[in-house]
């Protein structure tokens, strides 16, 4: 396992449409989150997952956006009706939570970059 | 509401020189603050961890500092070299799990 993956790296897309993007975290992490970038922004929090129950959702994620993590393993973010808004990179990233100390250090993936036009 | 301001300008420096970066939060109890490196058209890379009750932290080049009365992180590297040329980014949390990112200061190391 070498590290968090994304697919697709590219998605180009018409208005309307409806794109998934998905990620494989490192396969012992139990924690998947969710992030949105745009260029010369850090990256936005979208939502988080501790193994398959989605904990935490942004007020960013409107109605169109919905992830799940069957199984608590991969996980998908599906756009539906894109709007020329919704152009960013998503990020994926997962950690382990570990017990005691508190902090978990976020692993991303390369993101998928994603054009609506 | 809570804000996280780093210095969106870039910023340039000659080759062999110490870098600092700022981040500087408001309405913020941060238990934790973290630094990522991100290259463009890749995701942000873990760098460095301070805890709320630490004020310094360091790993081969890199220092960070954590100054909870002042709410603000000063990152630092030393030795500068054009690979370290990047955006740098803080992340914050308040509790265990959720990290909220500046906007990233962008790096450019001049040889």
């Known amino acids: 396992d070498t590290g968090v993956s994304q697919d697709p790296r590219h998605k180009i897309t018409k208005r309307g449409q409806n794109v998934t993007f998905r990620c494989d975290p490192i396969?012992?992490?139990?924690?998947l989150y969710w992030y949105r970038q745009t260029l010369g922004q850090g990256p936005e929090f979208l939502t988080y997952?501790?193994?398959?129950?989605?904990?935490?959702k942004s007020r960013l994620l409107s109605d169109r956006f919905s992830a799940e993590r069957p199984k608590g393993s991969f996980s998908t973010l599906e756009i539906q009706r894109t709007e020329q808004g919704d152009s960013a990179m998503y990020l994926c990233a997962s950690s382990l939570a570990a017990r005691g100390s508190g902090a978990n250090v976020l692993t991303f993936g390369a993101g998928s970059r994603l054009t609506v036009l | 509401s809570q804000k996280i301001e780093q210095n969106s300008e870039a910023l340039n420096i000659q080759e062999g020189k110490t870098a600092t970066l700022t981040c500087n939060y408001t309405n913020y109890s941060p238990a934790y603050l973290q630094w990522y490196r991100q290259d463009p058209g890749r995701g942000p890379v873990f760098l460095l961890l301070i805890r709320e009750n630490e004020k310094e932290k360091r790993k081969e080049r890199l220092k960070v500092t954590f100054d909870t009365t002042l709410k603000q992180s000063l990152f630092h590297i030393t030795a500068s070299q054009p690979a370290d040329s990047a955006t740098y980014l803080c992340a914050l949390a308040s509790g265990t799990y959720k990290y909220i990112f500046g906007t990233g200061t962008r790096l450019k190391v001049l040889a």
């Open positions: 997952f501790q193994n398959e129950a989605q904990l935490e």
């Open positions: 396969s012992e992490h139990n924690r």
